[in-house]
């Protein structure tokens, strides 16, 4: 090769270097952005996807605790083992839900585990580090009572007044039990076991959750809210690690429902659900009146809730024509049983006071022969009669003292 030849042909070798190191680069950076980006957290907060392969429920995102834990595809199972109070995890859908029915079987953590809150929800948001506006409806299981469950619903942040606790009847770490929240747009319903527990109405004027939110799950420490008084003091850890386990977990959205006044999920159908109490008087408050909702609503046009002041009586008993003659018969035949008295009353009453012309004249009689023999005397004084009044006055005196006896003629 000509001397002359090698730096052109090393200029050469170098021209074509550098032209593969640019496709090279080109390629690469076409394939990167070709990628689609990894999916984030839907909530906010950070959270790690969870492997498609190791879960079969509704939860995808952790936003803590992924490590802690475990899962059964086939019962579409999670459960949360925390080793101590120290720990926890949180659990959440993918999208967020406007309106519908979200059920799982639960059993919660064995041995005390005072201060711990385990706990089945949906939530508009949840934000670490702040009190966040949300809208949320809860399943709240307090540690310091395991027979009891709180059920509980949040309008802007604010849940005063709404809390409600439910005794259970048996402890919720003994076995699985359903639990589930049905939310329409008129009322949400919580049911364990199918017994519906508590029924909140979408009233007017009144506080009600309707931003669409995602289904979570948890369990964590909450020993220091309101010093213990809600969930209890710290636990010991004497029965760590705790095990918070759900299984057959559902979450289905209003619009994939047949909606009526009683939605049910993909669960098993329930027995019916005893009513929640006996008619009641017409209330004085709108807030404690129950609202009728139609079975038949669409969708998307559902009932509206009926007028605060619509109350309907239950019938009155209707009574039968024998029952009704019988009883005016009776009052009839009692009020001419009456009359009957008294007209023989006053009858007798007449007779005892008018004597009859027979036994006046035998009277007149007696008194003048009674005369001469001084028994009808006049006293000594005495103003003197003349005439039948005498006989009359000495007659009266005769009735009142003999008490209408005759006094028989003196012998001669």
């Known amino acids: 090769m000509a001397p002359s030849a090698r730096p052109g042909g090393l200029l050469g070798m170098c021209g074509k270097e550098s ?26 907060n950070n959270g790690t996807r969870i492997p498609s392969t190791a879960n079969g429920s509704p939860f995808v995102w952790c936003d803590y605790g992924l490590d802690i834990l475990s899962f059964d595809q086939e019962n579409s199972a999670v459960i949360i083992t925390m080793p101590d109070t120290t720990t926890g995890a949180r659990i959440h859908t993918d999208k967020r839900y406007a309106y519908g029915n979200f059920s799982a079987m639960i059993k919660c953590p064995a041995g005390d585990i005072t201060g711990l ?8 948001v949840e934000t670490a580090g702040v009190n966040p506006v ?51 747009p008129i009322r949400i319903k919580w049911f364990i076991d199918g017994r ?19 289904l979570y ?45 009683n939605v049910t999920a993909a669960a098993p159908a329930p027995a019916p659900a005893p009513a929640e109490a006996p008619l009641p008087a017409p209330p004085t408050s709108t807030a404690a009146l ?19 002041n619509t109350w309907v009586y239950p019938a009155a008993p209707r009574v039968s ?28 009453r007449k007779r005892a006071f008018a004597a009859p012309p027979d036994e006046a004249a035998a009277w007149k009689t007696d008194a003048e022969a009674a005369r ?33 006896s005759r006094i028989p003629p003196p012998k001669s």
Not at 31 to 43: E, K, L, N, T
Not at 202 to 210: E, S
Not at 290 to 302: E, G, H, I, M
Not at 322 to 340: D, I, M
Request: contains cysteine; negative net charge; charged residues 15%.
């Open 134 to 184: 949300q809208d949320e409806i809860d399943f709240e299981f307090l540690g310091k009572n395991k027979t009891q469950v709180q059920v509980n619903y949040y309008v802007a942040g604010n849940s005063t007044g709404n809390e409600k606790t439910v005794d259970l009847g048996f402890d919720c770490s003994d076995a699985f039990h359903e639990y589930r929240i049905d939310w329409t």
């Open 321 to 348: 024509r024998t029952t009704f003659v019988v009883v005016v018969s009776a009052v009839a035949a009692s009020l001419a049983l009456l009359l009957g008295a008294f007209v023989f009353a006053v009858i007798q």
């Open 217 to 261: 799950s948890s369990i964590w420490d909450a020993s220091q809210i309101s010093n213990g008084a809600w969930a209890g003091a710290p636990s010991s850890n004497a029965d760590a690690p705790f095990s918070f386990q759900l299984e057959r977990i559902s979450a289905v959205e209003l619009a994939d429902l047949s909606f009526n006044d």
């Open 19 to 44: 032209l593969m190191r640019a496709l090279c680069v080109l390629v690469i950076v076409g394939c990167a952005a070709g990628q689609a980006a990894p999916p984030s957290d839907p909530d906010n």
């Open 196 to 214: 519906l527990v508590r029924t909140v109405y979408n009233l007017t004027g009144q506080p009600y959750p309707t931003l669409p939110g995602f």
């Open 117 to 124: 809150v385990p706990n089945f929800y949906t939530s508009s």
């Open 372 to 404: 001469g023999g001084g028994l009808l005397a006049e006293p000594e004084g005495a103003p003197a009669l003349a005439g039948a009044a005498t006989w009359l006055h000495r007659l009266s005196l005769r009735r009142e003292t003999t008490a209408f």
């Open 290 to 308: 129950p609202v009728p909702v139609s079975t038949t609503a669409s969708v998307l046009s559902p009932p509206a809730p009926a007028s605060p």
